[in-house]
């Protein structure tokens, strides 16, 4: 059974910073693609971040320069430094772990239960 565990979230003020991590465990491919969506209220859930593997990464265009997302070379954990904080990032975040396409592996998605961050202005 996989599990996404997220810990970090929490309430700050706008301009602050955050640092969510998610701790993977369970039979997660060794080749997968980890990453952060979020959702607020009344929203569709969104991208924020994903990496890769081997380190490549993809930013939403709203968090770009703000955020940095990163991970462990080996164990299946995965982080979101959030910068410069805005109102507007507001919402629940959650982790996903998802196989890498082109080794054999059906792909799905593996959620975390979401954690909630909350920016006031």
């Known amino acids: 059974q996989v599990q996404l565990v997220e810990s970090g979230g929490g309430l700050v003020q706008a301009g602050g910073s955050l640092r969510l991590s998610c701790l993977g465990s369970?039979?997660?491919?060794?080749?997968?693609?980890m990453g952060w969506y979020r959702q607020a209220p009344g929203k569709q859930r969104e991208l924020v971040a994903t990496v890769t593997k081997g380190g490549n990464t993809n930013y939403a265009d709203s968090v770009k320069g703000r955020f940095t997302i990163s991970r462990e070379s080996v164990v299946n954990t995965v982080y979101l430094q959030m910068d410069s904080l805005k109102p507007e990032d507001t919402g629940v975040y959650y982790c996903?772990?998802?196989?890498?396409?082109?080794?054999?592996?059906?792909?799905?998605?593996?959620w975390g239960q979401g954690i909630q961050v909350t920016v006031s202005s």
């Open positions: 369970g039979s997660i491919p060794r080749h997968n693609i």
């Open positions: 996903n772990a998802r196989p890498e396409a082109g080794f054999g592996y059906k792909i799905v998605d593996y």
